[in-house]
Structure formats: C-alpha cells, structure tokens
T-cell receptor, first 114, second 114 residues
Framework: AQSVTQLDSQVPVFEEAPVELRCNYS??????LFWYVQYPNQGLQLLLK??????LVESINGFEAEFNKSQTSFHLRKPSVHISDTAEYFC????????????FGSGTRLLVRP | ETGVTQSPTHLIKTRGQQVTLRCSSQ?????VSWYQQALGQGPQFIFQ???????GRGNFPPRFSGLQFPNYSSELNVNALELDDSALYLC?????????????FGQGTRLTVV
C-alpha cells in the first residue's frame, strides 16, 4: 500500500520570498507523483506531475518539484511567491502498474502575506 | 470542451437519510472516480467506474454506492447518512485507466449531515 506524508499543515511566507512544501511517500512499487492545488471553494487542479525521465518537473506558473527516489520525496518549490499562490497544496501518488487511483497527502496550506 | 461538473454544489441532509450526488465527466472521458475530502484532510478514494462497471473501491462501507451511465456521467449514492459523512465530495474524470493519465476534478459537492 502507498502513503503520502505532508509534514507541514501550514506554511506562512511573505510575498516574493521562496517557499518549499515538503512531500514524502511510501510505496513498495513504482509510483507516479503529482502535486494538486485547491483554491478556496474549488476543486483540485493539477499543478505538475512526474511520470518518468528528468527528475525535475516544472509548472507554467513558476513552481517546480524534484523527484528524489532515494529519499522518497517530491518537494514543491517556488523561488518567489505571489499573494495569488495562497491555496491548499496536495501531494499525491498513483501506482504505475495499476489503474488510475490517487493517494493524497493531508495537504499543506500556503499562506502568502504582503 | 466542457469540464467536469457536479451537482448540487451544497446539500444539507439529516442523519439516516439518503443522498445522491451527480457528476458529468469531461467530454471524451470514460472513467470517473469519486473522492471524499473531510475538513482539513486530503481526498480519500471512494471508488472508480470505467465504462459503466466499478473498477476499484477504497475503504468505504457498502452504503456508499455508485453508478455510471452510457454517457459516462456518474452518481454517488450514500444511504443511512452519518454525521461523519459530512465532507466535500469530489468527482474526477479521465480517459482510460492508465495511471499516468491526467484526472480533471469538478468543484465538488459540499454535504453537511445534521
């Protein structure tokens, strides 16, 4: 069985500062990795994903995440955050050789202050 | 193309009642998954439907049931509602079953059980 741990329930940060949201996973099989973002009163939107190839993946709005197999981590980073990045961020995994089913972490609330 | 739509957006039910939530999948998508997101938690997988058949189920009791219709829209039914069923229910659709496909989420139905 897979599990996802997001140790930080909330991360406060000032606007234009860098941020890292941590994600660690546990799995006995190969997994795909995802970051989803949830704005208030909305559903989930895919931010970025790691399927294979380069371990560094980027989103169109400046976020990046690096897959580290030895540390079973997939931390999300942004060098300079904006007020509009305030949201809940969820890390998720799905098993490679299985049908699509996402296992989510408990989420990290990113709070960007002016 | 239309996105994933869910109805209703909010619902209040009394303990012991039954509820039906609806989801229209994105155009061209034949797989629908349902997730329960309790307050302050990450989404938990309930079950998945592929071409009108259940294709995987999470750790939820039998009073959680579903249907998928020929147009790939779906329903989630919950019988004998309990207070702990209060949550945001999310529907996600994708094409096929491969674990590396992208799921598109609806905005969810907020169910409150009193």
């Amino acid at each position: 069985a897979q599990s996802v741990t997001q140790l930080d329930s909330q991360v406060p940060v000032f606007e234009e500062a860098p941020v890292e949201l941590r994600c660690n996973y546990s799995s006995s099989v190969s997994v795909y990795l995802f970051w989803y973002v949830q704005y208030p009163n909305q559903g989930l939107q895919l931010l970025l994903k790691y399927l294979s190839g380069s371990t560094l993946v980027e989103s169109i709005n400046g976020f990046e995440a690096e897959f580290n197999k030895s540390q079973t981590s997939f931390h999300l980073r942004k060098p300079s955050v904006h007020i509009s990045d305030t949201a809940e961020y969820f890390c998720a995994v799905s098993e490679v050789d299985s049908s699509y089913k996402l296992i989510f972490g408990s989420g990290t609330r990113l709070l960007v202050r002016p | 193309e239309t996105g994933v739509t869910q109805s209703p957006t909010h619902l209040i039910k009394t303990r012991g009642q039954q509820v039906t939530l609806r989801c229209s999948s994105q155009s061209g998508h034949n797989t629908v998954s349902w997730y329960q997101q309790a307050l302050g938690q990450g989404p938990q997988f309930i079950f998945q439907y592929y071409r009108e058949e259940e294709n995987g189920r999470g750790n939820f009791p039998p009073r959680f049931s579903g249907l998928q219709f020929p147009n790939y829209s779906s329903e989630l039914n919950v019988n004998a509602l309990e207070l702990d069923d209060s949550a945001l229910y999310l529907c996600a659709s994708n094409m096929g079953l491969a674990a590396n496909t992208e799921a598109f989420f609806g905005q969810g139905t907020r169910l409150t059980v009193v």
